[in-house]
């Protein structure tokens, strides 16, 4: 379903930003600068994700550098919460909901002042004044998915080391980022996607471990080579929501970590309809990989997957981390090593 979104000026937003960005509005009536906003702004929905589209206003005056940004301000149950920026010439962007929540955006296009515009004292940063979209949650959008996964699907964890396919790359770690449409190791698409909720990793990278010290499962050393890792005793858990799963299939999981931190020992728990764990030692790991089976997804189409130190872990600061992770159908007969080096 795709839905037409009406323009208005967010007077009750520009009250709530700071002082700031109260004299970038000023000044800009003053010096005579305005940005436009954007043009034929739409979304539709597909599941928990919210496409976005516009267009770019054709009125953007040669004062501004080129390109401007687009930016979208969530507001999930009255409650302000975080911005999408989307940079560059892109027309389009994904943005991840709970259905079961109310939202608002505010979508605005923001612009910076050339060197030859600027003047000294004033601000380079304008804001148009904003169109306001209130999400409306068709039925018709939830998806059920009927795909029947035959074939595993890889994720690669870290956005330092890229590998490619068959690998679904999940480059940040922060919260709310999804990767949707996940592909298994022939391309098919699942229609699958999975997202960091609600806590964050950091990026870990440690550069040439990998190629001296390699794994017996046969991942990509791209793989192997960077990682999401978190501090326990800062974030006892992070978890991942893989959604859109079809209702009637059952998974089994596979997780693979390693990194430098000694002591490093990793917990894996999934959660659907059906629970399981598994926990390893992640530290200069060649040859260990947790397993858990026969995991069904929620009446929702969802599983999630949580991480926190395990039992045994002795870092200073309760490191847990994963590399790979791998969805397969339950009782599929897997078979390492994979053999996905160059």
């Given amino acids: 379903m795709k839905n037409v979104i009406k323009s208005g000026c967010v ?42 589209t516009w267009e770019l206003p054709a009125n953007i005056s040669e004062d501004f550098k080129k390109p401007v940004e687009v930016s979208f301000q969530m507001i999930e149950n009255g409650v302000y919460k975080n ?80 590998s490619g396919p068959p690998y679904n790359v999940f480059a940040s770690g ?7 449409d996940l592909k298994d190791d022939a391309g098919a698409n699942t229609n699958f996607s999975i997202m960091i909720e609600p806590n964050e990793f950091d990026g870990f990278f440690w550069d040439g471990w990998a190629f001296s010290n390699p794994n017996i499962f046969g991942f990509h050393w791209k793989a192997g080579n960077d990682c999401f890792d978190m501090n326990g005793d800062w974030k006892p858990y992070v978890d991942f929501v893989i959604f859109n799963l079809n209702l009637t299939d059952s998974y089994d999981f596979y997780f693979y970590g390693s990194c430098p931190d000694n002591g490093s020992v990793t917990n894996y728990k999934v959660m ?31 599983i999630r997957v949580r991480l926190s130190a395990g039992a045994g872990n002795t870092h200073i600061y309760l490191k847990y981390n994963i590399n790979v992770m791998i969805i397969i159908p339950a009782g599929y007969d897997m078979q390492f090593p994979v053999n996905h080096q160059d």
């Fill in 11 to 52: 007077i009750l937003v520009i009250m709530m930003f700071t002082s700031c960005y109260d004299r970038e509005i000023i000044d800009s009536k003053a010096l005579g600068f305005s940005i436009p906003d954007v043009e034929n702004l739409n979304y539709s929905r597909k599941g928990k994700i919210v496409t976005f």
């Fill in 83 to 162: 911005i999408t920026r989307v940079d560059g010439d892109l027309t389009s962007v994904d943005i991840t909901v709970n259905t079961n929540n109310k939202y608002k955006f505010i979508v605005k296009l923001i612009g910076y002042l050339t060197d030859e515009a600027q003047t000294f004292g004033n601000t380079d940063r304008y804001y148009s004044k904003g169109k306001i979209i209130d999400l409306v949650f068709d039925p018709a959008d939830d998806i059920d998915n009927k795909f029947q996964l035959k074939r595993p699907i890889f994720i690669d964890f870290g956005g330092v080391d890229i």
């Fill in 174 to 180: 922060q919260p709310g980022t999804t990767v949707t």
């Fill in 272 to 302: 659907g309809k059906t629970e399981g764990e598994d926990t390893i030692v992640t530290f200069n790991n060649p040859d260990q990989i947790a397993f858990v089976q026969n995991i069904a997804a929620t009446e929702d189409g969802e």
